[in-house]
């Protein structure tokens, strides 16, 4: 199981209990046919977490053969050997195994296709006629490396004369279709993140050394020796493939939005064909000189040994370096268990709306694996990312990191589509906390009274008191966007909101200060609170959108305290509160910050 599993459980569920036609209405029509091939198989008796541990194993066994015959375009039957032998050293088959289910589907089509092709010399040929119909499955089943491969074909065809032209350009014609519902969907995503595509942070050089693994060796060997000399076909399409890889993949450090699409492309290199590439090479090596008392031969038979040891002992290296990072549960136990006692026990009338909330970086992946989550073991229900407070004026919680932005958009637009774009609608549904899925926990004082708890850790909004909620606080532990200075997060008995926001730093080279998102819906006069520890140093200067709100100074009552600033008037929108720590020389730089609210 990976990251990704519960995803594939819930649209398999979603297929064998409400067809296809519903899975359409979930996710769009891009992408579809492993869902609907594992919701068939749901649908016939299978249960669904079962069956997405045993049919993407069952799919990745399918790669050494499909490897191998595809080495096999040339009746090279040695390096068709080579090549299968160094599969299960390939970091792909355990990445795509555990977590991108259709993406392994679609390469187990495009590798079926491949071979087809390149042994076709026109349309009409029924090799060629069964390659592109591979390809238009592929293309439905994952459209991104669908078009890699086609994208590869097409170059082939065009520069190097792999094939007939008129077959690549038939093969575009093909995925078409797919591709125009795809770049729609990407489309609908930009606009729903606001402006852009999401960044993730730039993975480090060990990625590239994790999807070579230990074949890394016999690769570059082959890579080098394979740009040498004359090439098959096969040889171009696996050079061309080879570079394609590498160059998508390190786009990502020149542009952070490349990130997804160059990460799945450098897991794509071609490894087993260029260390089987590298093998046959060194079979062929010749050796003139002696080594002490080794004659030529023996030393290139002794290469040849060392070189089959390591495609071997790959096997286990790759997999035990992959399981821990890609092959485990992403939910604990008790996570499990609360879900399992709420599909167990509660019947809702109406459809739940669970929500989830974490710190302003990681709240977007983690919402939408909590999501994902829900409607394996649960079922049918509605999501919200962010705050209750927004969550009851039916509007988005103001997340700064985009990942958590659109994430939080995705949920907002789902309750709007079915209908909810009123308190007194919201407010029909349950609303759900389920602990394990909302940070901070326990639930801040000022939640905490708007729930009761049905079971440990699960709990249910009280309609009455949720519809009485007139203002907006967050925790300023949680909702810290920006900020400068060592900040850090402690555990407070005194906080409501469980955690503060910490600094002390006697340094005077240090300009501290910290960011948090708030928005505003209707335009009015607005009145904010801070609530903080009242020790020694420096002033607080509170910020608005660059003007200034106030000012904390403290009085070292070693309490916790509230400062009230005079109200100002806001048109709707989301806006940036700055707290900044005076640079006064010579007294401390503290705060210690718990919650900030905000009333009309």
């Known amino acids: 199981m990976g990251w990704d599993t519960p995803h594939y459980i819930e649209q398999a569920n979603i297929v064998a209990a409400k067809g296809p036609i519903q899975l359409f209405a979930v996710q769009g029509p891009y992408d579809f046919v492993y869902q609907l091939l594992s919701g068939t198989i749901v649908w016939l008796g299978a249960s669904a977490l079962n069956l997405e541990i045993v049919l993407p194993i069952l799919l990745s066994s399918l790669l050494p053969f499909l490897i191998s015959r595809l080495a096999l375009v040339n009746n090279d039957f040695r390096f068709s050997t080579f090549a299968a032998i160094a599969v299960p050293g390939w970091f792909v088959i355990y990445n795509l195994g555990a977590s991108l289910h259709a993406n392994l589907l679609g390469l ?32 439905f089943t994952h459209i991104e490396t669908t078009l890699f491969f086609v994208g590869l074909m097409f170059i082939l065809s065009v520069a190097l004369s792999g094939f007939p032209k008129r077959i690549a350009i038939v093969a575009i014609a093909v995925v078409l279709p797919a591709a125009i519902i795809y770049i729609i969907h990407l489309l609908q995503l930009v606009s729903l993140a606001g402006y852009s595509l999401p960044v993730y942070t730039l993975e480090p050089i060990l990625f590239w050394f994790e999807i070579f693994g230990p074949l890394l060796p ?11 000399g004359k090439r098959t076909s096969l040889e171009s399409l696996i050079m061309l493939w080879a570079g394609a890889s590498i160059l998508i993949g390190l786009s990502q450090y020149l542009d952070p939005q490349t990130y997804t699409f160059a990460q799945r492309a450098a897991g794509l290199v071609p490894v087993p064909f260029l260390a089987a590439i590298g093998l046959r090479r060194l079979g062929t090596l010749s050796v003139s000189r002696r080594l002490g008392r080794f004659s030529p031969a ?20 790759s997999y035990v370096a992959d399981a821990p990072v890609d092959q485990r549960v ?66 988005q919680t103001p997340y700064s990191n985009i990942v958590s932005r659109l994430h939080s958009a995705i949920f907002e637009k789902e309750l709007r589509d079915v209908g909810i774009t009123s308190r007194a609608v919201l407010l029909s549904h349950p609303i759900i906390i389920v602990a394990d899925f909302y940070n901070p926990y326990p639930l801040p004082t000022y939640y905490a009274i708007y729930f009761n708890e049905v079971s440990k850790g699960v709990f249910v909004g009280n309609t009455t008191r949720l519809a009485a909620i007139n203002n907006v606080t967050i925790s300023l532990a949680a909702s810290i966007a920006d900020s400068s200075g060592p900040w850090y997060h402690e555990l407070t008995g005194w906080a409501k909101s469980v ?30 609170s801070l609530h903080y520890w ?25 309490s916790p305290l509230t400062r009230t600033f005079d109200p100002v008037y806001l048109n709707s929108g989301t806006y940036y509160v700055n707290i900044r720590i005076n640079q006064g020389p010579g007294i401390v730089k503290f705060a210690s910050l718990d919650y900030l609210s905000v009333v009309e």
């Not at 992946?365 to 004026?393: F, K, M, P, R």
């Open 108 to 139: 187990v089509f495009i590798l079926a296709a491949i071979p087809l092709i390149l042994k076709s010399q026109t349309i009409r040929q029924p090799r060629a006629i069964m390659g592109l119909v591979l390809i238009a499955v592929a293309s």
């Open 330 to 395: 992403f939910l604990s136990p008790s996570a499990y268990q609360r879900l399992q006692w709420v599909s167990a026990n509660m019947k809702f009338l109406s459809t739940p709306i669970f929500v989830y909330n974490d710190f302003d970086t990681n709240a977007g992946g983690l919402g939408d694996l909590y999501d994902n989550w829900v409607g394996a073991i649960v079922g049918t229900h509605l999501s919200y990312l962010g705050s209750i407070d927004y969550l009851v004026q039916v509007q």
């Open 218 to 228: 016999l690769a570059i060997l082959g890579l080098t020796l394979g740009l040498r």
């Open 499 to 528: 955690n503060t926001l910490q600094i002390y730093t006697n340094s005077s080279r240090n300009n501290v200060e910290a960011y948090f998102p708030i928005a505003v819906f209707s335009n009015g006069n607005y009145t904010f």
């Open 298 to 317: 023996h030393l290139q038979r002794a290469l040849l040994v060392a070189s089959l040891i390591l495609l071997v002992a790959s096997w286990p290296t």
């Open 534 to 558: 009242d020790g020694a140093g420096n002033d607080l200067n509170v910020f608005l959108a660059g003007q200034a709100l106030g000012t904390v100074t403290y009085n070292d009552t070693q």
